[in-house]
């Protein structure tokens, strides 16, 4: 394990001072669409999770203390920007909480620095990430309606994933977040950019000299990380060719073009057969049965698509930006790592100040292994959290797709028992 | 006529005897000439087909020169008032030898394939004893894996451009049809007389039976085309969802490798996908036989059309004859009494020529008693040949109608039974999946 340089990517570390995130373009529609599921009670709430049957899914329902939930988008206009306002719902029966019920208005903003101030705080602890600022693309309807679905979802899980975790769930900034009715004052307080800055600094200064030997353990986590991301990220690409309509280079012959398209196209058959029908006599009643069936296979495959969208895309992505988090993570493990060393060295070099840089290196050494510890600890946590997620949205999609061909071969089968009826008898049985 | 052959070319020995021996025989006789163009041929440079049409000379083309030069698209509103795309071809029309050496402007105008149809039906049914040259295949075939397989494809118009020429070249080349004063206008003119012309040639009392399953068969055919095409496009688009799924085996069973708890049941669920992958190229082939069954009954309107063109025919010459008839009676009737009904050229000159005697008026008389004789008896008989291909000719469509509800009928059964066959497969897969998610 030879030194290797740790590139420093700065954009992780720089307080987005970006203040876009979460503007609007002109929404008129200024409420959610009604008959929004939300549930109400802690127990109704239960029932969002997935019951795992795993022992460790059920208990952490069983002793889940910290309820949060994420709904009614409403657009806010002021004299100077657009942006959508989130209403985050807490239910606790926790003492350090004054109450047991709170409710606070939050923007996409409020919800970055909280997470900025979490990985400040522990900066080897693996959190969440949160849904992207802008969609891939260029897409043009970024603040449309399903736009800010697919965010509320996202902010939604990103709040429970910082409540399930046994250290970040009992963060000052966690609890301020969800509790006070206006998180400006409390975004203004503490170190936050300046710290931030001269953390950059120190990391380039580290950089510079590299890495001595990374501990066997976080080598290997390295690698997996690299090979998790590229797979995440084939997966996601994937999944987005089968769902939305995205072409493969033009040199292919035989584009592979998305379910979308196919239903589309299917769609074409029914007006076809009916016109068949009526021209027809003794075949009119089988034609407008095949009409019939085409429409139902096509509904049944359009919501087949929307089921993938919500709950497989999301997912999928979801492990894209973790892998990105993991990267992160590990980047700043190495720079503690590399402090660490740097004065250790110092320590080791020079004569005069030995005291001084003693203590210095005492207080590196003992970070350094705070961080480790931090990492190793929460690294299982999330290998696990990652395999139940995925699992989950894998079965999930397999249940999806088994339903959609049961209730195809329903409706087939039940053309051609109506088909059987009609004719004269004799047609054989099939297997 | 005897040509002497210098040559020792045996082809040329041939020809030259095949002439003599037409000649003798009193064949046709531009045989010879041809035969005699063809010996020129062997002795000379190659001729091409347009040239070889050329050479036996018809008066048109000693005149003109035609050409079906280009194909364009054109959209439009069709009869029933939907839009639609086609092809027009240009028909090219050039003066044969100018003189002075400059090449004229040619006269052009735009036709579509069905303009062609209507000349040909003309042609058939007006000249009823020649063998009018056929047009060139009406549609494409519906083949799936090409990407454009229609009508518009360019490989096909290209190809039937050069069918249409041919077809122009034909008539234009034949001794009686050449001179058919509707085929000309087709290459000269415009404005379509064929349309009118059309209703000219239909029959006066059409046998509604048959003008009801005309119709019924151009509809079934547009019917079963479009459904053919959307078939067409609906495996193309599925195919490529089903082979999408391949990557997920791969990426699965690379996933697989770095994972320690995840490994085994990403792997196995790879190559479930591997395995739904695959699948769809059995579904499509089973597919491909519903649509053969479906073609069968495309290429049967064809032949239901043209026995409903041969009752046309039939009905259309019964009709001319009784027509004749009626004619001749009204003539006799005239010469008989004396009377002009009907402004006719025999009464006219013998008003301006003066009467003729009376030996030559019973005479006339005489002899038209015979071509009505003769004429009734052909009324009568147009007449049965008429009821007995409208009795024949209906018994075979009821046949034929009750052997086309049933093989739908299964054909449609069995599109159920396969589409049943693909989902079983589908649920088996995916269950497959699913039990190998669950054990992660």
């Known amino acids: ?431 | 006529m005897i040509i002497e052959t210098k040559s020792a070319d045996p082809n040329q020995t041939i020809f030259s005897a095949l002439s003599c021996a037409c000649a003798e025989n009193r064949q046709q006789s531009t045989l010879p000439a041809q035969l005699t163009a063809a010996a020129a041929a062997v002795l000379w440079q190659p001729i091409t087909m347009a040239d070889s049409m050329v050479e036996r000379g018809t008066a048109l083309l000693r005149k003109l020169e035609i050409n079906v030069a280009e194909a364009e698209k054109r959209t439009g509103k069709n009869t029933v008032n939907m839009q639609e795309t086609y092809t027009v071809y240009l028909i090219e029309i050039r003066p044969a030898e100018t003189e002075g050496g400059t090449p004229a402007a040619p006269d052009t105008l735009w036709r579509r394939y069905s303009e062609f149809e209507l000349l040909r039906t003309y042609l058939l049914v007006t000249y009823p004893y020649i063998i009018i040259p056929p047009l060139p295949e009406k549609r494409a075939e519906f083949v799936w894996h090409k990407l454009s397989a229609d009508n518009l494809d360019p490989d096909f118009v290209e190809r039937r451009r050069v069918g249409l020429e041919n077809f122009l070249l034909r008539v234009a080349s034949h001794p009686v049809l050449s001179n058919d004063k509707i085929f000309f206008l087709f290459l000269t003119e415009a404005d379509s007389r064929l349309k009118s012309l059309s209703a000219m040639f239909r029959v006066k009392n059409p046998d509604k039976r048959f003008t009801a399953l005309k119709q019924y068969s151009d509809e079934l055919n547009t019917v079963i085309s479009q459904l053919l095409r959307i078939r067409a496009r609906v495996a193309d688009r599925l195919y490529g969802v089903y082979k999408v799924h391949g990557n997920y085996g791969r990426v699965f069973s690379e996933w697989s490798a770095i994972e320690k708890e995840m490994g085994d049941g990403l792997q196995s669920a790879g190559h479930h996908m591997d395995t739904y992958a695959a699948s769809i190229d059995d579904i499509l082939e089973e597919e491909e036989h519903f649509a053969d069954q479906l073609k069968e009954y495309l290429f049967y309107t064809d032949a239901v059309r043209s026995v409903c063109r041969k009752h046309e025919l039939i009905q259309y010459e019964l009709e001319m004859a009784a027509q004749d008839l009626v004619q001749k009676k009204q003539q006799k009737e005239e010469l008989a009494t004396g009377t002009v009904r009907i402004f006719s050229l025999k009464g006219m000159t013998s008003k301006l020529f003066g009467q003729e005697s009376p030996e030559q008026k019973e005479s006339r008389l005489a002899a038209l008693e015979q071509s009505i004789q003769e004429g009734e008896e052909t009324v009568k008989e147009k007449n049965t040949e008429c009821q007995e291909f409208v009795r024949a000719a209906w018994d075979d469509i009821e046949r034929f109608k009750e052997q086309k509800d049933k093989d739908l009928r299964e054909a449609l059964i069995s599109y159920a039974i396969m589409q049943i066959s693909m989902c079983k497969k589908g649920i088996q897969v995916w269950s497959n999946a699913k039990e190998c998610f669950s054990k992660m």
């Open chain 1, 1 to 431: 394990m030879s030194g290797h340089t740790v590139p420093a990517d700065f954009s992780e570390h720089m307080l987005d001072l970006d203040e876009d995130e979460d503007l609007e373009v002109f929404t008129k529609n200024t409420s959610l669409p009604d008959g929004s599921p939300m549930p109400n009670s802690p127990s109704s709430m239960v029932n969002q999770y997935r019951l795992e049957d795993d022992d460790e899914g059920q208990e952490a329902v069983n002793t889940k203390d910290i309820f949060v939930t994420v709904d009614h988008p409403e657009s806010q206009v002021t004299a100077i920007e657009t942006f959508v306002l989130y209403r985050v719902v807490t239910r606790t029966t926790r003492s350090d909480f004054d109450s047991s019920e709170y409710e606070v208005r939050r923007r996409y903003q409020d919800f970055v620095w909280l997470r900025s101030k979490l990985e400040e705080k522990h900066p080897t602890l693996i959190v969440h990430p949160l849904p992207e600022k802008f969609v891939m693309k260029g897409m043009v309807e970024r603040f449309n309606d399903d736009f800010i679905e697919t965010r509320r979802r996202a902010l939604h899980r990103f709040l429970n994933k910082i409540s399930e975790h046994p250290i970040l769930s009992y963060s000052q900034h966690f609890q301020v977040f969800l509790t006070a009715q206006d998180l400006a004052p409390h975004r203004k307080q503490g170190p936050g950019f300046l710290s931030r800055v001269g953390e950059t600094v120190r990391a380039v200064a580290n950089s510079v000299r590299g890495l001595k030997s990374r501990p066997e353990e976080f080598a290997v986590m390295q690698e997996y990380v690299d090979d998790f991301s590229n797979k995440m990220c084939c997966m996601d690409k994937v999944t987005q060719r089968i769902v939305k309509e995205q072409r493969v280079s033009p040199v292919s012959v035989l584009s592979l073009i998305s379910c979308v398209e196919y239903v589309d196209e299917l769609k074409q058959y029914s007006p076809t057969y009916a016109r068949w029908g009526e021209l027809e006599e003794e075949l009119t009643e089988p034609l407008k049965g095949m009409a019939s069936c085409v429409v139902q296979c096509s509904k049944e495959a359009e919501e087949h698509i929307q089921h993938l969208s919500e709950v497989l895309v999301p997912a999928l992505h979801e492990y894209v930006l973790c892998a990105e988090t993991l990267k992160a993570v590990m980047r700043r493990r190495d720079n503690i790592q590399a402090e660490f060393e740097a004065k250790n060295e110092a320590l080791l070099t020079r004569k005069v100040e030995q005291e001084a840089l003693q203590e210095e290196v005492d207080v590196l050494a003992d970070r350094m292994e705070q961080a480790n510890n931090s990492l190793k600890g929460d690294w299982l946590r999330w290998q696990r959290s990652m395999k139940t997620d995925l699992r989950s949205a894998f079965i999930s999609a397999a249940e999806k797709n088994v339903e959609y061909y049961e209730k195809c071969l329903a409706v087939w089968e039940s053309f051609l028992v109506s088909q059987r009826a009609d004719s004269s008898g004799g047609q054989e049985d099939v297997a």
